[in-house]
T-cell receptor, first 116, second 107 residues
């Protein structure tokens, strides 16, 4: 398996622009997580899905952020409009508690977002 | 806020054993204790998980006392490539990462 795939790996945009981050989880995993990592705040859970349904979005910073999972193999995290304080590394992770360790999440390589 | 408390940083030398202790003062009855490792520019990677007593795998050991108020990750004979940030977490599917422990292995 190729692991969790994220695209793009790097994104540079200007304030006010829409940004869409993409994630393909490991096939067969029924949980998908979006995290954000910054030096100041560390690694924060933004939202997670189970069987394509959002379970907990309490970590989503504000209405400018939205996430969707239209099918089991694809998820997006959208920021509209983007702001400089959104600059961070965004990680997607997936897991299958039914077969592996209950807390074993497999992380993607991340998307480094820079908002100018 | 993270549920756990762990040292901010720790230095060691190649070949030594590194032990990182984490406090779990309010751990829930059903929560497992899990440790992750993160290298620069990479996502965290699962190392080991346990509920009680001792768990060992090919890379580490995890010691959890009977009261489960703490856990200790033991890395035997570290090498330079073990330099990373190590996170202890508790919980189920929803994980809260704290600041982690920055381990620097020196030659």
């Amino acid at each position: 398996d190729a692991g969790v795939i994220q695209s793009p790996r790097h994104e540079v945009t200007e304030m006010g622009q829409e940004v869409t981050l993409r994630c393909k989880p490991i096939s067969g995993h029924d949980y998908l997580f979006w995290y954000r990592q910054t030096m100041m705040r560390g690694l924060e859970l933004l939202i997670y899905f189970n069987n394509n349904v959002p379970i907990d979005d309490s970590g989503m910073p504000e209405d400018r952020f939205s996430a969707k999972m239209p099918n089991a193999s694809f998820s997006t995290l959208k920021i509209q409009p983007s702001e400089p304080r959104d600059s961070a590394v965004y990680f997607c992770a997936s897991s299958d508690p039914g077969t592996g360790a209950s807390n074993e999440q497999f992380f993607g390589p991340g998307t480094r977002l820079t908002v100018l | 806020l993270a549920k756990t408390t762990q040292p901010i940083s720790m230095d060691s030398y190649e070949g030594q054993e590194v032990n990182i202790t984490c406090s779990h003062n309010n751990i829930a009855t059903n929560d497992y204790i899990t440790w992750y490792q993160q290298f620069p520019s990479q996502g965290p990677r699962f190392i080991i998980q346990g509920y009680k007593t001792k768990v060992t795998n090919e890379v580490a050991s995890l010691f959890i006392p009977a009261d489960r108020k703490s856990s200790t990750l033991s890395l035997p004979r570290v090498s330079l490539s073990d330099t990373a940030v190590y996170y202890c977490l508790e919980g189920g599917n929803k994980l809260t990462f704290g600041g982690g422990t920055r381990v620097l292995v020196k030659p």
